[in-house]
C-alpha cells in the first residue's frame, strides 16, 4: 500500500509559544490512522527539537525540517546541513518549495545536490515541483514539471528515489485561496507517475507517494485525496489551524 501523508508546512510563522500550542491542539486529536498512514509537521528551525519531544509516542507523527544546505559542512553562515537534521532525529525535508525557488534562487541543479545529501543522511526529502500561472495558461505545465523532476532527481539510482516523497504543488495554488480542481491534481499526479514510470518502471512509480499542495482546506482535503494518484496533501495556511489540520488529517483515505 502507497504511503498516504498529511504534511503541515508551517513556514516562517509562529513564536515559540504559539509552535508548543498548536503542536499541543493538534496532536490532542483522536486520529484513527492506519499503518501507511502519516503526519508530517515541517516546522521553523528553532522548533524541531520542541516538535520532536511533543510526537514522542504518536505512533504516525514526523518531524520535518523546511530546507537544507547543499553542502556537507564548513563556513556557510545561518545554514543547516541534513547531517545536523538528522542528529536532531528529524526525519523530513521539504526541498524545492517554491518560495525557495523563487526568493532564494534554488535551481534543479542545487536541489538535486540537496536531495542527494538529504538521503545520504537518512532524511525523506519531500521534493517540490510545481508551475507558475504564466506556464499553466501556456498549457506547458507537463514539460515544465517532468524537467523540474528530470534535473534534480533522474541520477538518482532506484534505491533512493524510491524514498522520495513528490508534492506537485502549482504556484497560482500556494496562498492564494484558489485550489486547483481535483481533476486538474489527478492530471498532474498521473502525468508524474508516468514520468517516473518511464525512467524507473511501473512497480517503482506506483510506491512513490504524490502529495497535491496549493490551499488544502478542510473543506477540500477530501475531494482532493479521493484521486487515485492524490496520496495526501502539503499544507501550508490551513496547517497553522488545529481544526483545520485535524480535518485534512482525518481526510486521508
Ligand atoms: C505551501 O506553501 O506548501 C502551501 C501549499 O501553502 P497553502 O496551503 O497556504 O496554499
Redesign the pocket.
Known amino acids: 500500500m502507497r504511503q498516504q501523508i498529511a504534511a503541515a ?1 508551517w ?1 516562517m510563522n509562529l513564536t515559540l509559544q504559539q509552535a508548543e500550542n498548536l503542536l499541543d491542539e493538534i496532536l490532542k486529536a483522536p486520529y484513527h490512522l492506519k499503518t501507511y498512514q502519516k503526519v508530517v509537521l515541517a516546522v521553523p528551525f528553532p522548533y524541531l527539537l520542541l516538535a520532536g519531544q511533543k510526537i514522542a509516542g504518536h505512533n504516525n507523527f514526523h518531524v520535518s525540517a523546511q530546507n537544507c544546505y547543499q553542502k556537507e559542512r564548513g563556513a556557510y553562515t545561518g545554514e543547516s546541513s541534513a547531517e545536523m537534521l538528522q542528529s536532531l532525529g528529524v526525519e523530513y525535508v521539504i526541498l524545492g ?3 525557495r525557488r523563487e526568493y532564494f534562487g534554488e535551481t534543479n541543479s542545487m536541489l538535486g545536490e540537496k536531495t542527494k545529501l538529504a538521503l545520504s543522511c537518512g532524511l525523506t526529502p519531500i521534493f ?1 515541483c510545481g508551475e507558475s500561472l504564466q506556464i499553466r495558461e501556456a498549457g506547458t505545465q507537463n514539460d515544465y514539471v517532468e524537467t523540474q523532476l528530470k534535473e534534480s532527481l533522474f541520477s538518482l539510482p532506484e534505491e533512493q528515489i524510491r524514498k522520495i516523497v513528490i ?1 506537485y ?1 502549482p504556484i497560482w ?4 485561496g484558489k485550489t486547483a480542481t481535483s481533476a486538474q491534481a489527478q492530471e498532474m499526479h498521473f502525468h508524474l507517475r508516468r514520468v517516473l514510470a518511464k525512467q524507473y518502471g511501473d512497480a517503482v512509480a506506483e510506491e512513490i507517494p504524490i502529495l497535491y ?4 482546506k478542510g473543506s477540500n482535503a477530501k475531494e482532493l485525496f479521493s484521486q487515485p494518484d492524490v496520496d495526501g ?7 497553522l489551524i488545529a481544526a483545520d489540520f485535524s480535518k485534512i488529517i482525518e481526510a486521508l483515505k
Open positions: 508546512n513556514k518549495h517554491s518560495e517540490c508534492a504543488e495554488a500556494i496562498g492564494t499542495g496549493g490551499s488544502v496533501g502539503l499544507v501550508g495556511g490551513a496547517s
